[in-house]
């Protein structure tokens, strides 16, 4: 009689020594926030007049900090699908602001022909959300080695916070439930 277990894993359902279980999510955190726009790359001119664009200091310096806050955690990462390019992902990330609200929401102007309207036209303010999210995740699917960038993942959200110290937060997961993306396969 032959016994067939499933692929690395032994009679008792545990993967063999030195393998480790498939982990199904990781998380990070990282020091302050990833640039906005604005603040990602510089213009320059090289020599003979051609113009040229770079990552700024900024972008270089979050840049670096995702790749060695990665590579210091490379732990979390073994038995975590990084290769594989029909996985799909879930990338929860959470942006921690020093401010989220405009100031002057609660400020209004006194004289003038503006008085009593609202310093600011909206409450919160204007944070560049989704090209720091992009920003965050092309690095963070390099420093990893998942391939691709942002077709990869099918679920997740941005989440603004306020906090005294900025800071970013991210978990990212697998997605197992193929059916509730794809409902029309076998």
Request: aromatic share 10%; hydrophobic share 35%; charged share 30%.
């Amino acid at each position: 009689m032959v016994l067939v277990l499933p692929r690395n894993l032994r009679s008792n359902g545990s993967p063999p020594v030195g393998i480790p279980e498939r982990k199904d999510e990781v998380s990070f955190v990282f020091e302050g926030l990833p640039p906005s726009l604005n603040d990602q790359y510089i213009k320059f001119r090289r020599q003979g007049g051609k113009r040229g664009v770079a990552l700024s200091e900024e972008a270089k310096a979050f840049e670096k900090q995702v790749r060695s806050v990665v590579g210091s955690q490379v732990f979390q990462l073994q038995g975590f699908p990084t290769g594989d390019k029909e996985v799909m992902y879930e990338l929860e990330i959470h942006l921690y602001f020093e401010q989220l609200e405009n100031p002057g929401w609660f400020d209004t102007y006194v004289r003038g022909e503006h008085a009593g309207e609202r310093k600011a036209q909206s409450r919160f303010k204007k944070l560049d959300v989704d090209n720091r999210v992009k920003f965050l995740q092309d690095r963070l699917c390099a420093a990893i080695g998942i391939p691709g960038d942002e077709q990869i993942f099918h679920g997740g959200d941005p989440w603004k916070h306020q906090s005294k110290h900025s800071r970013t937060e991210v978990t990212l997961r697998v997605l197992n439930d193929r059916k509730k993306f794809f409902p029309e396969e076998p």
